[in-house]
């Protein structure tokens, strides 16, 4: 089973973090990923100017990862979020950015495609 190795990085602007629950997906050219909660126990995600990795395993390979899909769900209350930008290292090694540089607000799904 093919794992990545995931990594959000959230801008540094006052309120920029988030409590909501962030998920991935991942599209490649062979197939796409499950929808994946990334959290980890016990640990405060996506707070103000962090870098947090998360590792993502998948049933079959997806073949050369095309873009990814994150999606913003509420926790207690709304809460935007500044996502900077994201990384994925494949299972080859390779390491692959996907820009966003911008305020996720409400719940919605974001596309980012590799920058």
């Not at 599209?27 to 947090?52: I, M, Q, W």
Request: proline share 3%; aromatic share 16%; with cysteine.
């Amino acid at each position: 089973m093919p794992s990545y190795t995931v990594t959000v990085a959230t801008g540094s602007q006052w309120f920029a973090g988030t409590d909501d629950y962030v998920y991935l997906s991942l599209e490649g050219t062979a197939g796409c990923s499950e929808r994946h909660l990334l959290d980890k126990p016990f640990y405060n995600d996506f707070e103000r100017g962090a870098v947090d990795s998360y590792d993502v395993t998948v049933e079959e390979d997806l073949g050369e990862i095309q873009l990814i899909k994150i999606e913003k769900r509420k926790y207690w209350y709304q809460d935007d979020w500044y996502l900077k930008y994201i990384t994925v290292k494949t299972p080859l090694g390779d390491y692959l950015e996907f820009p966003c540089y911008r305020w996720i607000t409400d719940e919605k799904e974001v596309v980012l495609r590799d920058g």
